[in-house]
Every structure is written in structure tokens, then in C-alpha cells.
């Protein structure tokens, strides 16, 4: 993409003609801000940024000033990512040129960061080029009703914190769906919160809204913990989203708990999904919590009645 390059030092050059910015203050109190590329007795000429030329009379001005202009900054702007030459540079200068509305020098900063990876998904995102791989489909959990031992069937979970004294299992003690559901059994946390996450990594888009839910019951008190942990490319955790630890209605009808969040970080590539006992109101007590019918994806009313 030479040409991208070309356009992009085009730019640089156009903000290098136009670096100083004249600033006309006019009676009725505005201002008119640009190069003054022509003058006399009678009137001043300024050309704005844009290219267009304003004719204005003398009797109208007040002062005229010098101060540096958005094309100013944008010539250092741009200059230092063509210094650094990394995606991240040029992924910061088109958020600089998105906040200063300059649409086209946005779209010549994106396309230099492609040169650098093609397949950046920020910069593909900005332009509208996402990949469908990128979509998250209707429901992105299978086996989602947890029938089958997740650890061995559809989305793949593993347990976490061996040091806790929890105990899982796929019960048929209870179930909001189907005939079963996952139990977790604790009375002790190590370093986190007992409880499954996904071995699988969930791509998500930056800017997109997503919702994990699922279905919570207890009989003695138990609460749960439900966690959604944002992933750069190389899969290094960069923000959790989580439900906190929800308290669930004893012996009473299954709880619906949801989780809705939209990642904003522009290295965000995947999520990775988490189930957990939340043992801050047993105090010590062993209690169990069965979540069933598990769902990620776009926001929806319900998963299930």
C-alpha cells in the first residue's frame, strides 16, 4: 500500500503550508480561524482549513492573532508516527484525528497501520472491513444447558483454583432446563473464587455489545460469580467484566443473572468466560450453587423462561 504511504506524506505536507494559523476576531464576537492569504485598506481574505476562502471586511475586525493550529498539531502528530512506524502509533494518531474531525487523515492513518499488520482488527473495524469470524453468533456457548461434562463436550471448561476444597459435578439434582445442571460445592477460595472457565477463547469486536447470562439456584444460601475476561491477541487478560457476587434466593425459583459489557480497549480480540462460587456470604459454610442454560452473544431478554 505505497500509495497509502504517499497520501499520508501528501498530508503531511499540506499541514506543513498551512502550519500557522491566523485567528480574525470579529465584533459580533466570533472567530475565523485559517491563513490570511490576502489583504488591504478595505478587506482580509482568510482561507480555513477546509480550502474555502471568507472574504471579510475591515470595519468587522477587531484584532487578528497568531496561534497554532489543529493542522499544526497534526503535522507533529503524524510526523512522530511516521517516526515509530507501529501500528500502535498510528492507531493513536487516528484516535487524535478522530477527536479534531479530521476524517480524511484518519483513513490514511488506519491504512498505514494495515501496512504494518493487515489483519489488525481495530484498524479493520474503523474502516467497516471486520472479518465475519469476528461476529459473534446468536448463542456461542454449546452444550449451554449442561447436560455433558463440559470439561470433555461442546465449549470446552476447565476448573480453576485447585486450592479450594470445591466439588463439581453435572447433577441431576436440580435443572431449569433439560434434566440437569452444574453444581459447585464450596465452603473455601484460594487465590480467586472456585469455578469453571472456558478453555476456549471468544473473539469479540471492539464497539459491539455482548451478554453473558445464565441460571442460578441454591437451597442453603450460596451465591455465585460471573465473569467475562476481555483478551488482547497474544490472549494477555486486559479488563474483567463480572456480575459481582450475586446472592441468590433460597429455595426459591431459578434466578436469571446477566452480565452486559462493550470492550473499548482497541487491542481487545477475545473473551474468555467464567463460572464461580462466590463464597463471601457463607462465611465458612459448605453450599452449592447449580447454574443451568449458559448463554454469550448479542443482548437478548431472556435465555430461557
Known sequence: MRSTALALIALLALATGQARADVVHLRSGGLVEGRIVEEDTATVVVEKASGMKMTINRPDIVRIEKKESSLDQYEAQAADAETKKTVESFLAL?????????????????????????????ALQRLGRAPEPYKVAHNAIQNASLELDPRNYGTLWRLEDSESDLVTKVSADQAHSGK???????????????GWATVDKFPVVVGGTYELHAWLYTTDGAAAWLEAML????????????SGCVEIP??????????????????TRFVRLALRQCL????????????????????TKSAGN
Open 180 to 194: 440437569s445442571s452444574l453444581s459447585l460445592t464450596a465452603s473455601k477460595a484460594g487465590a480467586k473464587w472456585p
Open 280 to 299: 463471601d456470604y457463607s462465611r465458612g459454610k459448605k453450599t452449592t450453587v447449580y447454574v443451568d442454560d449458559l448463554y454469550f452473544g448479542p443482548p
Open 94 to 122: 487516528a484516535d487524535w484525528c478522530k477527536q479534531n474531525r479530521m476524517r480524511t487523515q484518519e483513513v490514511a492513518a488506519l491504512e498505514r497501520a494495515l501496512e504494518i499488520d493487515a489483519d489488525n482488527i481495530a
Open 250 to 267: 433460597q429455595a426459591s425459583t431459578w434466578t436469571e443473572k446477566r452480565v452486559t459489557f462493550t470492550p473499548q480497549d482497541p487491542n
Open 231 to 242: 483478551l488482547d491477541e497474544q490472549g494477555k487478560p486486559l479488563v474483567g467484566q463480572a
